[in-house]
C-alpha cells in the first residue's frame, strides 16, 4: 500500500461511549445441585428470557418434555451432563447460546457451516497489506495502489477512541473511497457499533430497535426503543460517504456486534447523497444481547435475552444479504493471488468515486 498522508493535526477530545442498558432481571435459580437440578435451571432460565422462540419456531415445552428423563435417569457424569445440555440448547440454533464449564464450552457452530468461508488473511497480508499500513486501536489501515481507501477492523472487542477514528480519517482523505473489511470479525462491544458508524452515517439517525424483556412469558416485550447514531461533535472528522463511496466487506463469520454494525451502516446509504454498499456474503446473524447467569453446578449459561431489529424493525437475527453478493474464486485466490471480494469493491469505488484532487492535496 502507498505511503500515508500526512494530515494529521487538528484532534480533539474523546467522548463518551453510548451505553445500552441492561435488560435481564436475573433471579436466583433455586434448584438443586444435581444433574435434574441442573437441568430444570437451564430449561427454566431460557424460558423465561430468551427472546427469538417464535422466530426459530422451538416449542420450549417439548424440549422440556423430551429431555427431562434423561437427566432423572441416564446421566451419570458431568462430560454427560453438559453434552446433554449443548444437545437441548443446539435446537435454538442461536451462536450466542453458550454453557461455560471447567473443562469445555457448549457452543452452537453451525449458524456458518453451510457458507463459503469467503476470506482468506494470509492472502490479504501477503498479497494487499504486506507490511505497509499502519494500525492502531485494532485497525490496520492503508491506501491501495489505486488510492482506494482500506481499513481492517477484526473485533469489536477492541475498542477505537475517538481520537484514533480522527487520525485514521484524515489519514484516508485522499482516498477515492474507503473499504471497511470486517470479515471474521465475530463481534465484540456493542457500544463500539454507534462511535465507529456515526463517522459515516446520518447523525442522531435511527438505525435499529431494540426491545427489553418484561415478563416471564415467551412474547412478554417491551415496545421497541430507538437505538440511534451518535451526535455529530465539532471537531470530530467524518467521512464524506457521498463523495467518497464506502463499502463494508461481510461474510458469514461477521456474527453479533459486527453483524449489528453492519446493519448501522446500511442504514444511512443513500440519505444526503451517501453511497454505503456491502459486498461479499450474508452475514451470521446474532441479533439478541447476550445474558448470562449461573447454574446450580456453577456453570455459567449464556443467551439472546433482548432482540435487536434494523430500522424498518425487520429481525436480523438470521443474517443479512449484502447488496452485492460476490463469492471469492479458488482459482483467483491460489493462482492470481486476488481476493475477488476486496477487488469488487475497488471496482465500485472507482467507478462511482467524486473525488477530485488539485494541486494543494
Given amino acids: 500500500m502507498k505511503h500515508l498522508p500526512h494530515l494529521l493535526a487538528r484532534m480533539a477530545t474523546a467522548v463518551a461511549l453510548l451505553a445500552l442498558p441492561s435488560c435481564l432481571d436475573d433471579d436466583s435459580l433455586e434448584e438443586d445441585d444435581t444433574f435434574l437440578g441442573t437441568f430444570e435451571a437451564c430449561w427454566r432460565a431460557i424460558d423465561e428470557h430468551y427472546c427469538f422462540f417464535d422466530e426459530k419456531n422451538v416449542d420450549w415445552d417439548e424440549v422440556y418434555t423430551r429431555y427431562k428423563p434423561y437427566f432423572r435417569d441416564s446421566v451419570k457424569t458431568m462430560v454427560q451432563e453438559l453434552r446433554l445440555l449443548d444437545s437441548m440448547l443446539d435446537l435454538l440454533c442461536d451462536g450466542h447460546v453458550n454453557i461455560y464449564a471447567p473443562f469445555n464450552t457448549a457452543r452452537y457452530w453451525a449458524w456458518y457451516e453451510d457458507y463459503p468461508q469467503n476470506f482468506d488473511n494470509n492472502l490479504l497480508e501477503r498479497h494487499y497489506l504486506g507490511t505497509n499500513y499502519w494500525t492502531a ?56 457499533v454507534p462511535t465507529i458508524a456515526s463517522r459515516f452515517g446520518e447523525a442522531d439517525l435511527t438505525y435499529g430497535y431494540l426491545k427489553h424483556k418484561t415478563g416471564k412469558g415467551h412474547n412478554d416485550f417491551s415496545t421497541p426503543e430507538p437505538i440511534k447514531l451518535d451526535s455529530r461533535s465539532d471537531g470530530r472528522i467524518y467521512w464524506d460517504a457521498k463523495t467518497q463511496p464506502v463499502v463494508v466487506l461481510t461474510n458469514r463469520s461477521a456474527y453479533s456486534a459486527t453483524n449489528i454494525f453492519v446493519m448501522a451502516m446500511k442504514a444511512s446509504d443513500g440519505i444526503g447523497g451517501r453511497k454505503i454498499k456491502t459486498f461479499g456474503d450474508k452475514t451470521g446473524g446474532g441479533s439478541g444481547m447476550p445474558f448470562s447467569t449461573v447454574l446450580p453446578n456453577g456453570w455459567t449459561l449464556r443467551f439472546s435475552a433482548c432482540p435487536m431489529y434494523d430500522k424498518n424493525k425487520k429481525s436480523v437475527e438470521g443474517g443479512i444479504d449484502p447488496d452485492f453478493k ?36
Fill in 137 to 192: 486501536a485494532g485497525f490496520k489501515y492503508g491506501l491501495m495502489p489505486d488510492s482506494v481507501g482500506y481499513i481492517r477492523y477484526e473485533s469489536f472487542s477492541v475498542s477505537p477512541g475517538e481520537t484514533n477514528l480522527d487520525y485514521m480519517l484524515a489519514a484516508l482523505n485522499m482516498a477515492k473511497g474507503l473499504i471497511i473489511d470486517v470479515r471474521d470479525n465475530g463481534g465484540g462491544a456493542l457500544t463500539n
Fill in 326 to 361: 460476490v463469492d471469492m474464486d479458488s482459482v483467483s485466490m491460489t493462482v492470481n493471488h486476488k481476493d475477488d471480494i476486496i477487488e469488487a469493491a475497488r471496482t465500485y469505488i472507482n467507478e462511482n468515486t467524486l473525488k477530485t484532487y488539485d494541486e494543494q492535496e
